[in-house]
């Protein structure tokens, strides 16, 4: 199979990413409803920075870093000024277990260090995917708290917070 890169998002990619999250959400229910303005979910209005895996013009995934809110600040135990959030992380369904998610967190929690903040992130305590993903980059369970939105069969989501691997 021929390496994708990862690279910067571009505004070119968003269709081809609005592309990808559609077989994700069939799949996943990630994001658990289907948002009415799919580009602008992709795009935070506390977005530090988004990546993508790419064949050419074709996206295979996606990833973006954004300001931390208050809540998750809180579970982690540091100021949200120090943070930085790995959100909006998919794969299409077609290119999974190729290692793409893992190099897509990878850049986004370096992108983080670099400009001198920790990365953290939230997950669904249901997402065994993402779990299964974060704990073997070593990311580490820092508490879990319960989310003000609810999961695909209508309970109080319950989300675990992590903090990156030290010295990525
Ligand atoms: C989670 C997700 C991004 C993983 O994408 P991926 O590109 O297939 O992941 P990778 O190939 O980089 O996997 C790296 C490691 O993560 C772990 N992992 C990945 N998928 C897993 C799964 N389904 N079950 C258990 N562990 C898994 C494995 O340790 C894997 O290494 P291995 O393939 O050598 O065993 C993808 O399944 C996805 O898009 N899920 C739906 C969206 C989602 O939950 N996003 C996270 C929101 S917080």
């Not at 295979?60 to 982690?76: C, K, Q």
Request: hydrophobic share 45%; net charge negative.
């Amino acid at each position: 199979m021929p390496a994708a890169q990862i690279r910067p998002r571009t505004a070119q990619d968003l269709a081809s990413c609005v592309s990808a999250l559609a077989t994700v959400q069939r799949a996943d229910r990630y994001p658990v409803h289907w948002p009415e303005d799919p580009e602008g979910w992709l795009t935070p209005h506390d977005m530090l920075g988004a990546w993508v895996a790419a064949e050419g013009p074709a996206v295979l995934g996606h990833v973006a870093l954004t300001r931390t809110d208050p809540a998750l600040a809180n579970a982690i135990g540091a100021p949200a000024e120090e943070l930085a959030a790995v959100a909006r992380l998919f794969v299409s369904t077609t290119a999974r277990r190729r290692g793409l998610a893992a190099e897509l967190l990878g850049h986004a929690a370096r992108s983080a260090e670099a400009d001198g903040l920790r990365p953290v992130l939230e997950v669904d305590s249901g997402a065994t995917a993402a779990i299964g993903l974060y704990e073997r980059a070593g990311w580490r369970f820092v508490s879990a708290m319960t989310a003000d939105w609810h999961t695909a069969n209508g309970q109080l989501a319950v989300v675990h917070a992590y903090s990156g691997p030290a010295g990525h």
